[in-house]
């Protein structure tokens, strides 16, 4: 008889090696992201790209790391948690989202103020040109819009280009000239819901010439 070491001693030579490949050993699921950018897996939310939402991705997780596919891609790699309910997220994730909610939030403040006055359209051309920041004029803008409307918001971009101020503060001045020509109060500025249906409602002043035509003018001698 032989010990274990001399018969590991003798099989040794016709062991065959580990393979340059090892056998992958991760657990693997299909995980839907919803509207947020984050796919559930063992209780635990981990980050994606916010390009990601309302997709469905492969989570591969070792005993260590958790990473997050489409297709063959990896696009999102975090420590794996065991807790229950964390979030686990990866600044470049978020500050990547911040900076898309910005830009989108900037758009729509163009769009809207497109609608409500076009001759904003011009401003800011001619503002960017001086070197303006866009995302601030639109900024101040919409909030002139929100305070005075769009008729008087129009006719008062319409007086700062003739009088060659694109800016906003220069729509501001013509706005509160205007304003106390007429001897009204400032304007209140409204809280919104945080809805962008809501803030984003154009309110235009209706035309009453239709009224008149109920109660034309008569002859009120007998």
């Known amino acids: 008889s032989i010990t274990v070491r001399e018969a590991f001693g003798q099989e040794r030579r016709q062991l065959i090696g580990l393979p340059d490949n090892p056998y992958p050993c991760d657990e693997r699921l299909e995980a839907s992201v919803g509207k947020t950018p984050y796919v559930r897996f063992d209780l635990n939310d981990y980050s994606v790209p916010h390009t990601q ?6 989570v591969l997780a070792s005993l260590n790391q958790v990473r997050v596919l489409t297709g063959t891609e990896v696009i999102a790699e975090h420590p794996r948690a ?12 978020l500050d990547a989202l911040v900076s898309a909610k910005r830009a989108a939030r900037h758009h729509r403040g163009q769009d809207r103020l497109a609608q409500a006055a076009p001759s904003s359209r011009a401003l ?14 639109t900024a101040e803008l919409v909030q002139l819009l929100d305070d005075y409307g769009a008729d008087e918001l129009e006719q008062a971009i319409a007086e700062a280009l003739n009088n060659d101020v694109p800016h906003p503060s220069g729509v501001r001045q ?12 400032p304007p209140i500025t409204l809280t919104l819901p945080d809805n962008d249906k809501a803030r984003n409602i154009v309110v235009r002043a209706p035309s009453l010439a239709l009224y008149d035509q109920l109660n034309p003018d008569t002859d009120d001698d007998p």
């Open 82 to 93: 065991y807790g229950k309910g964390e979030q686990i997220e990866d600044p470049a994730h």
């Open 53 to 58: 939402v309302r997709r469905t991705l492969t």
């Open 174 to 185: 013509v706005l509160e000239r205007r304003r106390e020509l007429r001897d009204r109060p």
């Open 124 to 137: 800011l051309q001619q503002a960017a040109d001086r070197g303006t920041p866009m995302s601030r004029a």
